[in-house]
Protein backbone atom coordinates (compact mmCIF):
# COMPACT_ATOMS: atom_id res chain seq x y z
CA UNK A 1 0.00 0.00 0.00
CA UNK A 2 1.45 3.81 -0.94
CA UNK A 3 0.72 5.96 1.39
CA UNK A 4 0.37 9.42 -0.70
CA UNK A 5 1.64 12.66 0.95
CA UNK A 6 0.11 15.77 -0.42
CA UNK A 7 2.18 18.82 -0.88
CA UNK A 8 -0.26 21.27 1.24
CA UNK A 9 -0.10 18.83 4.43
CA UNK A 10 3.69 20.96 4.77
CA UNK A 11 2.09 24.47 5.22
CA UNK A 12 -0.43 24.11 7.08
CA UNK A 13 1.20 25.73 9.75
CA UNK A 14 0.16 24.64 13.88
CA UNK A 15 -1.67 27.27 15.99
CA UNK A 16 0.58 28.99 18.20
CA UNK A 17 0.18 30.90 21.30
CA UNK A 18 0.65 34.65 21.57
CA UNK A 19 3.56 35.71 22.64
CA UNK A 20 4.62 36.20 26.76
CA UNK A 21 5.29 40.01 26.77
CA UNK A 22 3.88 41.19 23.49
CA UNK A 23 1.27 42.98 25.13
CA UNK A 24 3.91 45.20 27.10
CA UNK A 25 6.03 45.61 24.59
CA UNK A 26 3.15 47.43 22.80
CA UNK A 27 2.34 49.44 26.11
CA UNK A 28 6.05 50.32 25.91
CA UNK A 29 5.88 51.40 22.42
CA UNK A 30 2.69 53.50 22.94
CA UNK A 31 3.96 55.21 25.96
CA UNK A 32 7.62 56.04 24.41
CA UNK A 33 5.49 57.48 21.31
CA UNK A 34 3.79 59.32 24.34
CA UNK A 35 6.62 60.87 25.81
CA UNK A 36 8.51 61.79 22.81
CA UNK A 37 5.32 63.79 21.98
CA UNK A 38 5.60 65.34 24.45
CA UNK A 39 8.64 66.34 24.39
CA UNK A 40 8.69 67.68 20.61
CA UNK A 41 5.28 69.82 21.97
CA UNK A 42 7.34 71.31 24.91
CA UNK A 43 10.97 72.02 22.20
CA UNK A 44 8.28 73.73 19.99
CA UNK A 45 6.27 75.73 22.51
CA UNK A 46 10.10 76.97 23.92
CA UNK A 47 11.55 77.87 20.23
CA UNK A 48 7.86 79.79 20.00
CA UNK A 49 8.23 81.31 23.10
CA UNK A 50 11.96 82.32 22.86
CA UNK A 51 11.02 83.54 19.00
CA UNK A 52 8.18 85.92 20.73
CA UNK A 53 10.93 87.46 23.15
CA UNK A 54 13.64 87.97 20.65
CA UNK A 55 10.51 89.92 18.69
CA UNK A 56 10.37 92.04 21.63
CA UNK A 57 13.63 93.04 22.09
CA UNK A 58 13.05 93.89 18.21
CA UNK A 59 10.41 96.01 18.21
CA UNK A 60 12.10 98.31 21.28
CA UNK A 61 15.14 98.29 18.93
CA UNK A 62 13.39 99.39 15.39
CA UNK A 63 12.50 102.77 17.68
CA UNK A 64 9.26 101.99 19.93
CA UNK A 65 10.51 102.92 23.31
CA UNK A 66 7.82 101.63 24.37
CA UNK A 67 8.19 98.41 22.74
CA UNK A 68 8.62 95.73 25.86
CA UNK A 69 5.27 97.82 27.72
CA UNK A 70 3.03 97.17 25.07
CA UNK A 71 4.61 93.84 23.74
CA UNK A 72 3.58 92.23 27.17
CA UNK A 73 0.44 94.19 26.70
CA UNK A 74 -0.11 93.08 23.80
CA UNK A 75 0.89 89.36 24.77
CA UNK A 76 -0.91 89.28 27.87
CA UNK A 77 -4.41 91.43 27.17
CA UNK A 78 -4.79 90.06 23.90
CA UNK A 79 -4.85 93.87 22.29
CA UNK A 80 -6.13 94.36 19.55
CA UNK A 81 -4.67 96.49 16.26
CA UNK A 82 -6.83 99.50 17.65
CA UNK A 83 -6.17 98.94 21.31
CA UNK A 84 -2.25 99.01 20.36
CA UNK A 85 -2.44 102.22 18.42
CA UNK A 86 -4.25 103.91 21.13
CA UNK A 87 -1.81 102.64 24.06
CA UNK A 88 1.17 103.67 21.61
CA UNK A 89 -0.51 107.00 21.15
CA UNK A 90 -0.74 107.34 24.90
CA UNK A 91 2.46 106.73 25.95
CA UNK A 92 3.72 108.93 23.28
CA UNK A 93 2.15 111.48 24.44
CA UNK A 94 3.64 111.19 28.17
CA UNK A 95 7.15 111.13 26.16
CA UNK A 96 8.41 114.75 27.24
CA UNK A 97 7.18 114.81 30.71
CA UNK A 98 8.56 111.40 31.38
CA UNK A 99 12.00 112.98 29.78
CA UNK A 100 11.74 116.15 32.06
CA UNK A 101 11.03 114.25 35.11
CA UNK A 102 13.71 112.08 34.31
CA UNK A 103 16.52 114.12 33.39
CA UNK A 104 18.38 114.37 36.93
CA UNK A 105 17.72 110.77 37.23
CA UNK A 106 19.34 110.25 33.93
CA UNK A 107 23.01 112.37 34.92
CA UNK A 108 23.24 109.97 37.66
CA UNK A 109 22.37 106.78 35.71
CA UNK A 110 25.02 107.46 33.11
CA UNK A 111 27.99 107.92 36.00
CA UNK A 112 26.74 104.75 37.40
CA UNK A 113 26.76 102.63 33.99
CA UNK A 114 30.40 104.35 32.80
CA UNK A 115 31.64 103.28 36.23
CA UNK A 116 30.15 99.24 35.83
CA UNK A 117 30.99 99.17 32.73
CA UNK A 118 34.87 100.09 33.54
CA UNK A 119 34.60 97.29 36.30
CA UNK A 120 33.18 94.44 33.82
CA UNK A 121 35.44 95.69 31.28
CA UNK A 122 38.53 95.06 33.36
CA UNK A 123 37.37 91.41 33.68
CA UNK A 124 37.62 90.55 30.74
CA UNK A 125 40.32 89.15 28.68
CA UNK A 126 42.13 91.81 26.03
CA UNK A 127 40.71 89.51 22.96
CA UNK A 128 37.32 90.23 24.63
CA UNK A 129 37.83 93.79 25.58
CA UNK A 130 37.89 95.24 21.78
CA UNK A 131 34.35 93.20 21.24
CA UNK A 132 32.81 94.65 24.09
CA UNK A 133 33.64 98.35 23.33
CA UNK A 134 31.78 97.61 20.40
CA UNK A 135 28.85 95.91 21.21
CA UNK A 136 28.65 98.99 24.39
CA UNK A 137 29.26 101.93 21.42
CA UNK A 138 25.98 99.99 19.68
CA UNK A 139 23.47 100.09 22.36
CA UNK A 140 24.51 103.73 22.96
CA UNK A 141 24.12 104.19 19.66
CA UNK A 142 20.45 102.86 20.16
CA UNK A 143 20.02 104.45 23.30
CA UNK A 144 20.17 107.78 21.20
CA UNK A 145 18.35 107.35 19.12
CA UNK A 146 15.57 107.18 21.23
Known amino acids: MSVSVHPADDLVL ?18 AVFVLGGATGAAVGHVIEVRRTIDMFD ?3 KGSRHGTFVWSLERKLGLTTE ?4 VESILKGYDARMDEAMAPVDENVRE ?31 RNRR
Open 112 to 142: LRKVMRAEVRATLRPEQQGDFDQLIAEWDAA
Open 83 to 86: QRTT
Open 14 to 31: APTRPREGSKWKVVAAFL
Open 59 to 61: AAR
